[in-house]
């Protein structure tokens, strides 16, 4: 059975059909559950998207292969923890591409995710005045910057325990 809109979350087809939906926002439950990807997912919306957790941990992994990359207006990601997630780009875990200032992304955990190749070992946001807080972590590698990469400001935020 499917999810009706304010329903949060477990499975990754579940996911895959509120990506395809379009939808602006979306909520993930815990509850000990872990979301794993079975492919990379993107994510693509002309407004401002959300991505949440709601009876958290909410945790999302990538199968030491795949990656969320999200283009939108202004992104929120809030109380995720994204591990074990490999991306061939910038990036390991999540790449944030936002169209206008003022994403965040707060109460996120970024654990053993890779992105051997390229900038951002657990994520890379490329946007003016992005907002972190409360971000940890540990055990993220890439080719440049093991934390978060900011390509507007072009420095490497520290991802730490």
């Known amino acids: 059975g499917g999810t009706n809109s304010g329903s ?6 579940d996911f895959t059909s509120a990506v395809t939906r379009n939808s602006n926002s979306i909520t993930l ?3 000990g559950n872990t979301l794993t990807l079975t492919q990379s997912v993107t ?7 959300t991505l949440q957790c709601q009876k958290g941990p909410c945790v999302i992994d990538g199968n030491s292969r795949y990656s969320v990359g999200i283009t939108a207006n202004k992104v929120t990601v809030n109380g995720i923890t994204f591990q074990n997630c ?28 890779q992105a051997p190749a ?12 992005a907002d972190y807080s409360n971000i940890r972590g540990s055990g993220n ?6 934390g978060i990469y900011d390509a507007d400001q072009g420095s490497c935020i520290p991802v730490i325990v």
């Not at 949060?8 to 087809?13: F, H, K, L, Q, S």
């Not at 390229?118 to 005045?129: C, K, M, R």
């Open 8 to 13: 949060c979350i477990t499975t990754y087809n």
């Open 29 to 31: 439950c815990g509850n």
């Open 43 to 49: 994510i693509n919306t002309k407004g401002d998207f």
């Open 86 to 113: 490999k991306s061939s780009l910038n990036g390991g875990a999540l790449s944030i591409t936002p169209t206008s200032s003022g994403s965040i992304i707060q109460s996120c955990i970024f654990n053993q995710n």
């Open 118 to 129: 390229g900038l951002g070992g657990a994520a890379w946001v490329d946007q003016p005045g």
């Open 141 to 146: 590698t890439a080719r440049s910057c093991s």
